[in-house]
């Protein structure tokens, strides 16, 4: 029932992003057979193209996407009359490969919603510009797709909205900005499908969507994040949980709604704030950037849990001016079965070739993806059309090439300068992300993400000595996984370096406490508290250990600083009705309970012991009440099952309870007292055989309980087994030779 | 003697006489017979299309053009050549992007085929003399895209600039680095 607050500071860049998974909106087109086709006779000349015949169900089928009234390209190619204006272009950006966008180098890797054209599909549109653009018999031309530029999925459950609006200037260099949407609700949603409307899809090349767990983006500019932050990239800090990013949520034009797989939603909770990261192309106009994200809830939580790593090497970005060939690399040791679901390579204007590849254990090669020609304005997080397997053993490399000469059109110095790492578009960036779920998971084995998370961070670490943050990470990770003296090690280590980091600190203690040394976990605690009054966690876990040791009074006092630090830590609220009830003044404890309860409804600790009390003050349908929201918090929790059983068969509901109380022993087979209280519910629900099955189990765990043995004689003896009955009095008797029950019932068993 | 030079250079351009049809149209459908202004020293017409992405992005590079030289006695045309931006068309796209400029609607593509444009954005640059209007200039406003798909973040070099200040210190006009890269013109026989 006690939770140390342990803080994993994950670092997130140019992130995203989710499922993308197309909304088709159009008709089918269909190639409809054109009677006046046949009707010549020879000679068969090639055929004529016609837009009626051919290009109207190419366009619609590989151009409409984007390019229909209101779309994100720029002008609409629905009619001919549109088609033909824009005609000569159409022939030169299909053969140039620029239209369709779409960067990956067909072979490597097999990807959803793939664009690229067959060479039959540019040949027809030169073609047919080459012939004048004819028209053809428009009667066969099939009917052009309906777009509607609204909620493709319906109403949204919930609808945020940027409450200022950005103006865009008409020219300049393209802009990268960031807007918060804080999460307004005050209850965990889980996210099925989201859809975002920007006010000027045009001039929207591509956005990313961030969660931002501890809203610390907000925190970190304050005065101005309402109206936006410029930048490529940000950093956010994860918070205290082990929660890793799971979901690409990119959006790009022609992708309206991102619906994820069944199972794999992703969550929003109080607190929480979205960040829209958008790419802006000036449009020659100047314009109002507004936008609208909606949210499409399911009541299921995730099933499945996908985590996203990140190969990258900034550091190894320092690209001379003229470089026309500078390379990194980066590469990541599998330590679980992976199914890798999708992947998102970045980098910025220098970037010319990106590459990711795994090498199996076998030595196989099996490439991921390959971006000869890159280019920023078309990037894209890219899905496989199914899941590519990864075993355990499985190396995932990057490499990337950049061109810092003036040759390459897309740099931003002129003349070129030696770049390096940086959020601004006139740095670079190095980034390969990967979407992988892990598989084959045995049963019992530790959380497969923190494996992950425990073999990407050490890899950080050791590439870089420096990186405090991977080797912060590294000792979460090792804490989650219950390898407390290590976890301790590398807190140490980040401490080495950063002697005054409260939040190390706090960690730090966390896990010697876990490793069963609170004297040495109560020295951290306090360092972290002394260095500023905002260490509210640091404060808790101290207060905490204090409950433990039963110093009842100190962690009161302890509580009631922390909360005038932290006026809102639910938690805090209910550790100070804990340490109340310990001073035994329990009607001020119940205060400070239902206070935490205001602040947070799901606060497991208030839950429990508002139910405790009633049960204890005779209410127990009102213990029901709370004992039911707190085995949900807890489902695996047998304590609050078994005080959950007792409300219910302390209000009559005897089947209700025995329901929690096999429950209760399916969690904890080897508990004799669930066993002895199985047994009691049963003989009161009349099911005796039962009963005595279920006492010989709690003795079969604690043979020298003579309470046990009486109840056990009580039972034989209703069914009328007295010489059982006697041998159980008699061995209660043995056991406690003043057991006044026992004896008392050995004396009522009739004489034979 | 410089003058001289510019002049013998200015003869290989083609000499325009006065057209004996009006230009094209204004928004109002009057026509335009005259598109150097009395003490314009040159004109300069931008062939612009109410859709095309790229036309439309150098909106505001042709205004600071404009801004920097009409004082200087350069006069800045819209041109259209494309039918299907009739006035109501271009009305609402001055609106959209808040242009104010003179604009033509060259719907007989007359202007198109005097300057010999063959794209949106492109520019034209004449002197205007006695003997009528020389073209100096015809091509692409800036170096920002090298082909459809290739575009750097920021012009390194303004072609176009560069030809206006030679046209009025009557330097001899410097020739496009590149070409000009957009939407094409679709000649006049359109459907």
Known sequence: ?752 | MAWRATVFLLGCLSMVARAAEPFGTDLNGRPIEQIAPAGAKAVVLFFATSDCPISNRYIPEIERLDREFAPQGVHFWWVYPDPGDTAAVVRRHDEDFQIHADQVLDTEQRLTRMAHATTTPEAAVFLSTAAGLHEVYRGRIDDRYLALGQERPAATRHDLELAIRAALDHRPAVKPGGPAVGCSIVPRNAP
């Open chain 1, 1 to 752: 029932m006690r939770f140390l607050r342990c803080t994993a500071l994950a670092l997130v860049g140019c992130v995203f992003l989710s499922w993308l998974h197309p909304r088709r909106t159009m008709r089918a087109a269909q190639v409809p057979a054109d009677p006046g086709a046949t009707s010549h006779s020879a000679p068969p000349a090639v055929p004529a193209v016609t837009w009626s015949r051919q290009i109207a169900p190419l366009v619609y089928q590989n151009c409409a996407t984007c390019h229909h009234p209101g779309g994100g390209g720029p002008f609409s190619l629905l009619t001919y009359q549109e088609a033909f204006r824009h005609g000569p272009q159409m022939a030169q950006v299909t053969q140039s490969r620029y239209m369709p966008p779409w960067l990956p180098a067909p072979g490597y890797g097999d990807f959803l919603g793939a664009r690229r054209l067959s060479d039959e599909q540019i040949a027809l549109i030169r073609r047919w510009v080459a012939s004048g653009m004819p028209e053809g018999d428009a009667s066969i031309a099939p009917p052009p797709p309906h777009y509607d530029a609204t909620w493709q999925l319906g109403k949204p459950d919930l609808i945020l909205t940027i409450e200022h609006p950005y103006a865009l200037a008409a020219g300049g260099t393209d802009v990268f900005r960031n807007f918060v949407l804080p999460y307004p609700l005050t209850a965990t949603h889980y996210i099925r499908a989201m859809q975002i409307l920007p006010s000027a899809p045009q001039v929207v090349h591509h956005a990313n969507v961030l969660i931002d767990r501890t809203a610390s983006f907000r925190r970190r500019h304050p005065a101005d994040w309402e109206d936006g932050i410029p930048g490529m990239e940000l950093e956010l800090d994860a918070g205290n949980t082990f929660d890793p990013d799971s979901h690409f949520l990119f959006w790009k034009p022609d992708t309206p709604v991102l619906e994820e797989p069944a199972g794999m939603p992703w969550r929003l909770d109080p607190g929480n704030d979205l960040i829209l990261n958008m790419h802006l192309k000036p449009s020659g106009k100047p314009e109002t950037i507004g936008a609208q994200i909606g949210l499409y809830f399911t009541p299921e939580p995730a099933s499945k849990h996908p985590m996203l790593l990140e190969l990258e090497d900034d550091r190894g970005l320092d690209i001379p001016a003229g470089d026309r060939s500078f390379q990194v690399q980066d590469e990541l040791e599998l330590p679980v079965d992976v199914d890798l679901f999708g992947i998102y390579p970045h980098a910025h204007y220098l970037g010319k070739e990106l590459e990711g590849w795994a090498i199996l254990p076998d030595g196989r090669k099996q490439w991921l993806i390959r971006i000869p020609d890159w280019d920023i304005d078309r990037q894209s997080v890219y899905r496989y059309r199914t899941p590519v397997f990864l075993p355990r053993g499985t190396v995932v490399h990057m490499h990337y090439v950049y061109d810092n000469s003036e040759d390459n059109v897309h740099n931003p110095n002129t003349p070129p300068i030696r770049v390096r790492a940086g959020n601004r578009s006139v740095d670079e960036m190095a980034h390969l992300w990967l979407q992988v779920l892990p598989v084959n998971t045995a049963k019992g084995s530790p959380d497969p993400r923190l494996l992950l998370e425990e073999a990407w961070m050490e890899h950080r670490a050791k590439r870089n000595p420096g990186d405090l943050i991977a080797l912060y990470n590294l000792a979460s990770a090792l804490a989650g996984l219950g390898r407390y003296a290590e976890a301790a090690a590398d807190y140490r280590q980040v401490l080495a370096a950063n002697p005054r980091d409260a939040r190390t600190l706090n960690s730090l203690g966390a896990a010697l406490e876990n490793a069963g040394d609170s004297s040495a976990a109560e020295k951290e605690f306090t360092q972290a508290i002394a260095l500023g009054p905002d260490n509210c966690d640091a404060q808790f876990n101290l207060a905490e250990l204090e409950l433990k040791r039963s110093q009842f009074a100190q962690a009161a006092e302890q509580f009631r600083d922390l909360l005038r630090n932290c006026p809102a830590d639910a938690g805090a609220q209910s550790g100070l009705g804990v340490a109340l009830l310990g001073e035994g003044d329990s009607a001020s404890a119940e205060a400070e309970f239902e206070h935490a309860l205001d602040l947070d409804p799901a606060n497991f600790t208030a839950l429990y012991h508002l139910g405790e009390m009633a049960i204890e003050s005779g209410s127990p349908e009102r213990a029901v009440e709370f004992l039911q929201k707190a085995s949900a918090q807890r489902p695996d929790d047998v304590d609050t099952r078994e005080r959950l059983a007792m409300a219910y068969a302390q209000s009559g509901r005897q089947a209700d309870a025995l329901t929690q109380l096999r429950a209760a022993v399916q969690l904890s087979p080897g508990d004799a007292n669930l066993h002895a209280l199985l047994s009691q519910v049963l003989s009161a629900a009349g099911q005796l055989q039962q009963a005595i099955e279920e006492q010989n189990q709690a003795l079969h765990f604690e043979p020298n309980d003579a309470d046990g043995w009486n109840n056990l004689g009580v039972l034989e003896a209703r069914l009328g087994h007295t010489a059982a009955a006697r041998a159980d009095f008699e061995r209660a008797l043995q056991l406690a030779p003043d057991h006044a029950q026992a004896r008392a019932n050995l004396a009522r068993l009739p004489r034979q």
